[in-house]
């Protein structure tokens, strides 16, 4: 029977809070109101760090009871739980695409469309395109990282440092991209691995959580401060918002 941590879930709820909050923010005219809405974007970024939480947290589990990750067991696993109903609302999509007479982006179907198109509809399938290419990676990663210890800081440093230099850069067409999105799926990896790995490394930072915690929530406000335009108390573009918050 699995371990069940009750912080997850409270986690998990915030950030189906912060999601439903965006697409109100985006559908409905709400002023103000909805541009704090709006902020909910950054539940899709606690989404990935989750998704890197759970998934690093058991393949360190399965490699510290078996010394090693089955790879194509993980992948298959992983497939069957995402790949059917992606595709059968995937297919629904593209026949009414079709019946409107619009053209057709078959990179779609290889998840391939946030660099290849720019989401002229199905829209909402760019973040399973990250997880997608997530569980493409994290597997042989890991087990990289697990069985030759000195290559994981140099991988971890990259999966979490490329993505920012790249979002700092314009390293990217869209935001939604995979590579300006992965060091959020990486960080939940790297907390997995230090919680699994690394045991009392991982209890000298449940000590300084309340610290950490308050460190995040300024660093938020700040973020959030800097894109009002405290003139008028009114936001800037929505294009910023959309750009900086993921909405």
């Known amino acids: ?14 950030a189906i809070l912060l999601v439903v909050n965006c697409h109100i923010a985006t559908s409905f005219e709400l002023g103000p109101i909805g541009a704090v809405l709006g902020l909910g974007g950054r539940g899709v970024d606690l989404f990935f760090v989750l998704s890197g939480w759970l998934l690093g947290r058991l393949l ?11 790879v194509k067991q993980f992948w298959i696993r992983r497939w069957l739980r995402t790949l059917p109903a992606y595709y059968a609302v995937c297919a629904l999509t593209l026949v009414q695409t079709a019946i409107d007479g619009r053209p057709l982006e078959w990179a779609y179907l290889w998840f391939g469309q946030t660099y290849a198109t720019d989401l002229p509809y199905f829209g909402i399938s760019w973040s399973l395109c990250v997880e997608e290419h997530f ?55 790297l907390l997995a691995y230090v ?16 610290i ?25 573009d929505p294009a910023v918002w959309a750009g900086t918050f993921g909405v």
């Open 195 to 210: 919680n699994v790995m690394h045991p009392s490394t991982w209890r000298r930072l449940l000590k300084a959580l309340p």
């Open 212 to 236: 950490l915690l308050v460190g995040s929530v300024a660093l938020w406000l700040w973020q959030v401060s800097a894109r009002l335009d405290w003139t008028d108390g009114l936001p800037l």
């Open 135 to 189: 569980y493409l990676l994290i597997a042989p990663a890991l087990l990289v990282c697990l069985r030759r210890r000195e290559t994981a800081v140099l991988l971890f440093a990259c999966m979490l440092l490329l993505p920012a230099a790249a979002r700092h850069n314009g390293l990217y067409t869209s935001i939604w991209q995979t590579h300006v999105r992965l060091d959020q799926c990486a960080m939940g990896v």
């Open 1 to 14: 029977m699995r371990e069940r941590i009750p912080s997850l879930d409270v986690v998990r709820a915030l």
């Open 60 to 70: 360190c589990q399965q490699f510290q009871s078996t010394g090693s990750i089955d």
